[in-house]
């Protein structure tokens, strides 16, 4: 499992602070109230790299291989579907590949730092369109009008928001505003944001690192800020903000609210990987999230797992989590009444 965001500050200067400390929803009480899960593990075909997991409503989903480069397509019984290629160079490259989502049954959109680029390609490979950026991507996703939402990694003062909207020919700053740091690598670690689009057409923003921040855009593009609940054990590492040089022994220190997010499309749910505050053989345990479309606490479960990328996949009503050695592994969640779904 690849981390585009940890690589590009790990080892720079961090001497700095950042805004007050976001005071956290706590869950109290989260061990207790979580439920254990043994995911086993399931082979993909191909074998791919991961950089990022994207499901749809139909519980396929897709793999965004940079190191492949190319994306890869699922059905909910780990069938492949597609594959796209993108070269290594031209109009149609997308170098450094951080994220990618499937436009409904005609295009695929891919979003490359190395040449700050957006791609659109047919399902085939074939080149739609090619845009420049003038930000570094992170994450993106559509909308059902067939917009994209992306959320750059800001860099000193640029962008000055961390939400753009491409609707085909230009893109458009939205208003949800960046958290500060003095330092400008922690200010972009810090304000490494995730956006899924709901199945209303509304939209969540969610940082992945050192504050519980959200926002909540609605499609007229109102912005309304929003807090991520953690972990009652987790909950104390939202103080603490990283010193030079970010190091592997301080990773652990640092609130990580959001590793991935998925939406369940039929319930309007939103799931989180997260850490449950618990050290497990020397390493944070990894916890999931069950979110309503508020972001209100619903219920939690703790892997056996140390996954750094997720999927939720409502037909199955299981969650595919990733390892660190790109190794998949199946985790089907209970329901409210404590019994497994059937799948649809």
């Not at 791919?48 to 997991?53: M, S, W």
């Not at 997308?94 to 990618?100: C, D, K, M, Q, R």
């Not at 997260?274 to 892997?303: N, Q």
């Amino acid at each position: 499992m690849r981390r585009p965001i940890l690589p590009f500050v790990l080892g720079l200067a961090a001497a700095c602070s950042g805004d007050r400390p976001v005071e956290p929803v706590v869950i109290d009480g989260f061990l207790d109230r979580s439920t254990a899960l043994e995911c086993e593990r399931v082979e993909l075909a191909g074998s791919p790299a991961v950089t990022e997991l994207r499901g749809a409503t139909d519980s396929s989903f897709t793999v965004l291989d940079e190191p492949g480069r190319q994306v890869l397509e699922y059905d909910h019984d780990l069938n492949p579907l597609l594959r796209v290629a993108y070269p290594p160079s031209g109009p149609g490259s997308a170098e450094g590949a951080v994220s990618a989502v499937v436009l409904g049954d005609s295009a695929v959109a891919v979003a490359g730092r190395a040449g700050l680029r957006l791609v659109v390609t047919r399902r085939d490979g074939e080149l739609i369109r090619s845009a420049s950026m003038d930000f570094i991507p992170h994450s993106l996703d559509a909308t059902p009008d067939g917009d994209l939402l992306i959320t750059p990694m800001p860099v000193g003062d640029k962008p000055p928001t961390l939400l753009q909207r491409f609707d085909g020919d230009a893109f458009h700053s939205m208003p949800v505003p960046p958290r500060s740091y003095d330092d400008m690598m922690i200010r972009a670690l810090g304000n490494a944001a995730l956006v899924e689009v709901m199945p209303e057409g509304d939209a969540v923003l969610v940082h992945q690192y050192l504050a519980p921040r959200a926002f909540r855009i609605d499609g007229q593009g109102n912005v309304a800020g929003a807090t991520l609940p953690v972990p009652d054990l987790a909950a104390p590492t939202a103080s603490f903000v990283p010193t030079a040089p970010i190091t592997e022994a301080q990773m652990p220190r640092m609130m990580v609210p959001a590793m991935a997010m998925s939406v369940d499309p039929f319930r309007s749910e939103i799931y989180i990987l997260t850490r449950s505050g618990r050290m497990i053989d020397g390493r944070p345990e990894r916890a999931m999230l069950r979110l309503d479309r508020e972001l209100g606490f619903l219920a939690a479960f703790t892997l056996n797992v140390a996954a750094g990328a997720m999927v939720f996949l409502p037909h199955r009503r299981t969650a595919l989590v990733v390892d660190e050695e790109d190794g998949f592994h199946a985790c089907v969640l209970p329901d409210a009444a404590g019994a497994p779904h059937p799948a649809a």
